[in-house]
T-cell receptor
């Protein structure tokens, strides 16, 4: 049972345009959500997070949107740069108790110059 | 954030053998986590390791197969025992609570 899903395994975007990566979850008890970027041969790098009490969080070119009723979050990258080409994972967790993360399957983003 | 190193970075092993992966953190942390990423798959939590207590394993992972040590607040090891080709994965340690920070990973290939 995949509690966190990223239905698009890959995405290609032109440099300078917006990249939108999507993530769906099934467990309404998740209360903290994160996005990670992973380059080949490296560990995942934390990008941005959002608590369930918010619906938007911005950090520079990265914005995460949370729609709790739809159990959906998205990551917007504006403008996209070739260095953003990587695999992006969303993750969900419970902040009380275990701090256990459930990761999505990842979306490979390719930003074309 | 924390600086995390792992050894080895990669290894090729024969089936039936065991490999111990080390994880070193540059600061003291209460909880350390071990993940596995099988080829083309997501990251899956193996276990949570607290210093001074036995690790807590997730469903599908057992101590006999993945024994973990946590001798102090900056170090942990994960052993992959009696390996089979299905154990070929990237193994990652991480630290942190609300935002976890990951090591570079150990790429294991079992022949």
């Amino acid at each position: 049972d995949q509690q966190v899903k990223q239905n698009s395994p890959s995405l290609s975007v032109q440099e300078g345009r917006i990249s939108i990566l999507n993530c769906d979850y099934t467990n309404s008890m998740f209360d903290y959500f994160l996005w990670y970027k992973k380059y080949p041969a490296e560990g995942p790098t934390f990008l941005i997070s959002i608590s369930s009490i918010k619906d938007k969080n911005e950090d520079g070119r990265f914005t995460v949107f949370l729609n709790k009723s739809a159990k959906h979050l998205s990551l917007h990258i504006v403008p996209s740069q070739p260095g953003d080409s990587a695999v992006y994972f969303c993750a969900a967790s419970f902040t009380s108790g275990t701090y256990k993360y459930i990761f999505g399957t990842g979306t490979r983003l390719k930003v074309l110059a | 954030s924390a600086v995390i190193s792992q050894k080895p970075s990669r290894d090729i092993c024969q089936r039936g053998t065991s490999l111990t992966i080390q994880c070193q953190v540059d600061s003291q942390v209460t909880m350390m986590f071990w993940y596995r990423q099988q080829p083309g798959q997501s990251l899956t939590l193996i276990a949570t390791a607290n210093q001074g207590s036995e690790a807590t394993y997730e469903s599908g992972f057992v101590i006999d197969k993945f024994p973990i040590s946590r001798p102090n607040l900056t170090f942990s090891t994960l052993t992959v025992s009696n390996m089979s080709p299905e154990d070929s994965s990237i193994y990652l340690c991480s630290v942190g609570l609300y935002e976890q920070f990951f090591g570079p990973g150990t790429r294991l290939t079992v022949l």
